[in-house]
């Protein structure tokens, strides 16, 4: 049974059991659900010298009798932080599986890598039923948190199996697994310097020059904010000079500015490199395909259009191409003439639950016709999936250039200062028509290039 807690000792050293107790009795009401012994059950123990709940690293130590304890106002306050998230459980992230993955093998003392964890025991034979039921297994729990109760399995048409998190658990986890990287680096820093210290006075000036190398694991330094250093430059080209993928771990996301960056993202349409986003970002921000020329205008939509509007339209004309064009990449843009521009055109019907509002009909999807490199030839058509009465099939036909007309009266009065720095006048030498440097992947890896 798990330990007794005794209130009002606050600040004071509590041992593994009674933290278990602790943790899941000031969790309860939280929206992410919490996994119950985290300080005494795989793979993070306290025994490995800290446990990782939530963001938060909690370092344990040993309290007299070689007991392991840990300070109670450490777990208060991670559950106080966890507390705070707030979470949409439709608003979802695929976390795998991705082709091209290497796999890696981990024990207690190793970063968390909750990607691979996760991943490697779904894919155990019956790995996604035993998580479903509960049972133990590799891993326990990840940073505290129950991700077994979070995960969405999806199936495409091919019968390949896609597993999803809420994005607020994404972005949680990516910002706990920085937050441990950093934590065992000062941890090996500061062994290596009190090893330092015991050595003879003439032995000891060679020894501290090797220590000051950076890990291999990443950056030492606190995250920087992106400041356009990487301005104008390929993708095709920055992507394969070396060092470049420690460089972009060193920096925070563009725009949410919270998440340590994991990926450079770039133009696909014209091969510039825009700025360094994390995980979470980077996946918001690609469109939802559902085939090479077709999108599900999906809920997202809302945040990219609506609510951050002015943060996701300087980051897309971050790439000169479509800054100097004063349009967005053809996904996007075709995306945006779905949500936006044809948003009056979308019929509701009367709310199913019996309430007096309307809800918006169906699945608003958009697909096109030709590319943006012949946009005369170029449709869009945008269409409703799912009616409930089976009408308003196609809702209409835009094409690609009154498309991008419409988007840049749009961005003036939306973002009048991205707009103020867009237009054919603002950068000279692009070449006339464009082209992808690479192909799209559509999102099947999560390598950083």
């Known amino acids: 049974m798990p330990e007794r807690v005794i209130p009002g000792r606050t600040g004071g050293l509590i041992t593994l059991g009674a933290a278990d107790a602790l943790w899941a009795d000031l969790t309860t009401g939280s ?4 996994a119950s012994g985290p300080f005494t059950c795989p793979p993070a123990t306290g025994r490995a010298g800290h446990v990782l709940l939530g ?3 909690v370092g344990t130590v040993r309290a007299g009798g070689g007991q392991w304890s840990v300070s109670e106002i450490e777990v208060r306050r991670a559950a106080a932080e966890l507390n705070a998230v707030e979470m949409d459980g439709q608003d979802l992230v695929r976390i795998g599986p991705f082709r091209d993955v290497p796999q890696q093998e981990y024990g207690e ?18 790995g996604l ?24 399995e999806q199936s495409r048409d091919s019968g390949e199996r896609t597993w999803w998190l809420p994005r607020a658990v994404v972005r949680l986890l990516d910002v706990a697994e920085h937050t441990e990287t950093q934590w065992l680096q000062a941890a090996r820093a500061g062994q290596a310097g009190a090893a330092i210290a015991e050595l003879p006075s003439r032995r000891r000036q060679a020894p501290a020059t090797d220590s000051r190398h950076t890990s ?45 960056a994991a990926v450079l ?36 939509y809302t945040r990219l259009f609506d609510t951050h509007t002015a943060d996701w339209l300087r980051h897309w004309h971050r790439c000169p191409g479509c800054r100097t064009r004063t349009t967005l990449p053809l996904p996007h843009l075709a995306a945006w003439t779905a949500h936006i521009a044809c948003r009056s055109l ?27 490199n012949a946009p005369r030839s170029c449709l869009l058509t945008v269409t409703v999936d799912f009616c409930p009465s089976g009408e308003h099939r196609v809702l209409a036909q835009v094409p690609y250039r009154e498309a991008a007309e ?23 030498g692009l070449p006339a028509q464009s082209r992808p440097v690479i192909a799209d992947t559509g999102g099947e890896g999560l390598a950083l290039f």
Do not use: M
């Open 55 to 57: 963001a938060r690293v």
């Open 31 to 34: 929206a992410v659900p919490t």
């Open 346 to 372: 979308r019929p509701t019907h009367r709310d199913p639950r019996g309430s007096r509002g309307r809800t918006p009909c169906g699945a608003l999807r958009v697909s096109w016709t030709g590319s943006q």
């Open 129 to 152: 039923e035993r998580a479903a039921r509960g049972e133990s297994g590799r891993p326990h729990h990840v940073a505290g948190i129950d991700w077994r109760r979070l995960l969405v």
């Open 265 to 300: 993202d770039h133009c696909h349409e014209h091969g510039y490199v825009r700025a360094p986003l994390c995980h979470s970002c980077n996946t918001q921000e690609r469109p939802d395909h559902l085939y090479s020329n077709d999108i599900r205008v999906a809920n997202h």
């Open 406 to 428: 419409r988007f840049g009266t749009w961005l003036a009065e939306t973002a009048p200062a991205v707009a103020a720095a867009a237009g054919p006048d603002r950068l000279d």
């Open 109 to 126: 003392n190793t970063p968390l890598r909750w990607r691979r964890r996760i991943t490697r025991e779904l894919q155990e034979p019956d």
């Open 216 to 260: 291999p694991d990443g950056p030492t330094a606190p995250l920087r904010q992106y400041n356009g250093e990487l301005k104008g430059q390929l993708y095709s080209v920055l992507s394969r000079k070396p060092g470049i993928s420690r460089k972009v771990a060193g920096w925070t996301c563009t725009v949410c500015r919270t998440a340590p």
